[in-house]
């Protein structure tokens, strides 16, 4: 991932940071630090209930039938995310999010 | 950092190795998922004839509580091609005196009828079947006798409970003994 190297240095002088002049010597200086960041997608499961696969992988349908490109991910109101197969079959049965029972309303799609 | 994506690769190919040879159907890698995952209550078994058909197969169910405590019966699991979208067919294989499962085997379960939902799993009916012994219901009777006698008269159904599981008469129906 490009994150990888993504690395901030920083050094801070002792007499930069130290607003207040009374105290001469400071104990401990930062000389540098590392920022690392955490990123995960914004939904309550990253696992379709549906086929149990996790949603950025292909659908278990499109698996078996190794169509890997088609496969998008669905992600409702409810915040609650399907892969596109899954869902479009339920969808046919019932128009609630089969989780939470709202109403689907699609939110975005993505991949 | 880790590489993310190259585990999910790792993952894979890891998984493809486990089933080698001819590809598996949806209904069929759902189904394992299913089964890995199972985590039964301790009254239950899952029994398979064939190790290589995960789509058939047997549920023991024997209650250690209520009206069927001490009963033993089976149910017959036939999980079709449009698994999850479709639930699985269940059918009881053991004759039992009980206002949800008619003396042909047909279960009365929500979940396995208008109630389905492909977010259910195995497991969710394992659970729903279990609870129709804890709590037969006489409300929406497929066994109209019983759902009666229940509903008048909890001792008689009670009794007529054991004598079933026991081996007997209910009415003109001989009930063939189930208890463990």
Redesign the interface.
Known sequence: ?A??EKREQMEVGSGDVDINDKKPDKMFGLKKWNL?AMWSWDVECDTC????VQV??T???C????KQQECVVVWGECNHSFHNC?MS??LKQ?NRC??CQQEWALQTTGK | ?I???SL?QQK?DGETVQHPGT????A???IQ??INELNLPKTCQVDFPDQDDLLTFKLIISPDEGFYRGGRFSFSFKVGQGY??EPPKVKCETLVYHPNIDLEGNVCLNILREDW???LTVNSIVYGLQYLFLEPNPEDPLNKEAAEVLQSNRRLFEQNVQKSMRGGYIGAIYFDRCLK
């Open positions: 991932m994150d990888d690392v209930a549906i086929c149990r950025m992988d659908c278990l349908r698996q078996a039938e190794n899954c079959l339920w019932n089969p989780l | 950092m590489k993310l994506f999910k894979r590809r598996q159907s949806a069929q890698l759902r998922k299913d999850p979208h939902k492909p977010v």
